[in-house]
């Protein structure tokens, strides 16, 4: 892999080049009303002053018995790489050079075994551990948050296909690995997992499993945890296999507990997975709509139907306007077909400047028949199709846009995601709140928002909400200013019928939320099996459990001292 980017996302000589789309930066300076001298720029790492490594001489050799010399790193740049995820406020403190709590050592098993040894190391020495798969995190879900000594498991050591049972479609597979290089292998069989995030290149499966991740609008292929069949895990108190089999009736699933955990349980090694055949045809389609709630009611119609497209991803009417203000600029012919097209459109009633535009993609051997019948349902509510060619340019680029954030951070543009789901009934009303959230917080920070949402995963009872906003950053007061709209969206969310999480974790962000979602009783009961399986604490300690640590009281400290900081 190139060598990654310390600072922000992905790889250190990739960006997300606006050359050749020069609308982009006019639209932006009028939605925003930036001035274009705002700036963001990252520190020089050689002026980051990281505390010393505060584990013993001796406890150093005791890791490195463990595992190897070279297996436990504890220098500056490995160190900062492991400290925090890709959170907002996590770039803005790297980029600041603001990391008062790194991990004391990073640690690199490469089994099993090793990673045993290794947890009750740190019980046995009051140390904590972090599992680390990719650290794309945004809700700080990899950040120590514990004052004790803590170590930092980096799993890409275990980045194995173990087995594959082709006659049965699961595949046996370690946690370390990453989605590129896992695809590549059961590819080459003639498989796929299916499972494409758009953090994909920078995460791993152990990682998707720990956070009950979604797919990249993959409506088609479900939810990771429909695709794991069996996990083993290393606790402190031992190690938890499940058995790989299709269902089973005997009571309770813990595997069910596992997924989803976030490493607060134990260190997730290996897992059986549900794979399936590599399809050989894919057909893509952009369709247009009058408004966003015409293409809600044509999802639901086709989901309700059983005509279930591998990829639905529907833009309100913001992102739909934002993303043809944004897109790359058309030469020759190109450009004049596309004139001539856009006035038809027009013509017709159609807009990108007040539209809504949804991407299906449908795969495997009845492609033809779905996105068929699919396209029929879109029609019945007034769409009108316009081709491969913009679904094929959003597929193209859907794993470079994480790098346009870097871009506009530079530019000193906050920008963020956050995501949620709802029935089919309260869609719209939540969908309508939080614009009007963002907005009035946003507007509270003395700046001006940018808020766009899209459906993009959809099942017969309702569909997940992921929205991107974005501001002018307020100088000095990046995080705070976060802060206050994060925190207005978060409990617009809970208290108008929205989950805290469609896909993107607990963290230690949500985790007071959470337990608004879960109630008392039930945190009791997660609670209870934490310190069943972890008395000591040790595994990532002041995460998804623990409200002390949630972003909710530190939201409220920001906002009462938003405009009074030297």
Not at 171 to 194: H, K, Q, V
Not at 374 to 398: L, N, P, T, Y
Not at 519 to 530: I, Q, R, S, T
Request: net charge neutral.
């Amino acid at each position: 892999m190139s060598e990654l980017r310390w600072y922000g996302w992905g790889n250190a000589a990739k960006t997300f080049s606006l050359e050749h789309r020069p609308g982009a930066w006019d639209f932006l300076r009028a939605a925003l009303d930036l001035s274009g001298d705002e700036s963001f720029l990252p520190c020089d790492f050689n002026s980051i002053r990281l505390r010393a490594p505060r584990l013993s001489d001796e406890q150093l050799r005791a890791l490195r018995n463990l595992t190897a010399p070279s297996a436990v790193k504890i220098d500056a740049m490995t160190r900062v790489m492991h400290a925090y995820g890709k959170s907002y406020r996590d770039l803005i403190r790297l980029r600041r050079g603001d990391i008062p709590n790194p991990p004391d050592a990073v640690v690199f098993p490469s089994n099993e075994v090793e990673v045993a040894q290794i947890i009750s190391f740190c019980a046995q020495n009051d140390v904590t551990l972090i599992p680390f798969g990719g650290g794309s995190s945004v809700v700080g879900g990899v950040e120590p948050r514990d004052e004790r000594l803590t170590i930092s498991l980096d799993l890409a050591r275990l980045n194995r296909v173990v087995s594959v049972d082709e006659i049965s479609q699961t595949a046996t597979i370690e946690a370390g690995i990453l989605g590129p290089d896992l695809e590549r292998e059961l590819n080459a069989r003639g498989l796929t997992l299916g499972h494409l995030p758009q953090s994909f290149e920078f995460s791993t499966l152990g990682g998707w499993i720990a956070t009950r991740g979604a797919g990249l609008t993959s409506t088609g292929y479900g939810k990771i945890e429909a695709m794991t069949q069996s996990v083993r895990v290393v606790t402190p108190h031992g190690v938890i296999e499940t058995k790989n089999v299709p269902a089973t009736a005997a009571g309770s699933s813990i595997l069910q507990m596992i997924v989803g955990s976030e490493g607060t349980l134990g260190v997730i090694t290996q897992a059986t997975m549900r794979v399936r055949a590599l399809p050989k045809t894919k057909k893509y389609q952009a369709l247009l709509f009058k408004s966003f709630a015409d293409g809600v009611a044509a999802i639901r119609a086709m989901v309700q139907s059983d005509i279930v497209p591998t990829t639905v991803r529907l833009s309100d009417e913001a992102e739909t306007k934002s993303f043809f203000a944004m897109r790359e600029e058309s030469q020759g012919w190109k450009a004049f077909t596309e004139r001539i097209g856009l006035q038809f459109l027009n013509s017709m009633g159609y807009s990108f400047e007040n539209g809504a535009l949804l991407i299906l993609g449908v795969e495997g051997d009845s492609a033809s028949r779905i996105m068929s019948a699919a396209q029929a349902v879109c029609k019945s509510q007034s769409a009108f199709s316009i081709g491969e060619g913009i679904a094929q340019s959003w597929m193209r680029d859907r794993y470079e846009t994480p790098y346009l954030r870097e871009v506009l951070l530079d530019r000193g543009v906050l920008t963020d995601t956050l995501e949620t789901a709802t029935t089919w009934d309260n869609l719209d009303r939540l969908h309508k709140a939080f614009l009007q959230a963002i907005a009035d917080a946003t507007a509270s920070t003395e700046s001006k928002s940018l808020v766009m949402t899209h459906v993009s995963h959809c099942y017969r009872d309702g569909a997940s909400l992921y929205v991107t906003f974005l501001a002018r950053m307020a100088q000095k007061k990046e995080i705070e200013q976060w802060e206050t709209i994060k925190r207005a969206a978060t409990d617009c969310i809970m208290t108008n019928g929205g989950t805290l999480s469609h896909h993107h974790g607990v963290g230690y962000e949500h985790a007071a939320w959470m337990q608004r979602e879960n109630g008392k009783v039930g945190m009791d009961a997660l609670k209870a099996l934490k310190s069943a399986l972890d008395p000591k604490n040790v595994m990532n300690p002041g995460k998804w459990l623990e409200a002390e640590h949630s972003m909710v009281g530190l939201a409220m400290e920001y906002q009462e001292r938003f405009w009074n900081i030297p």
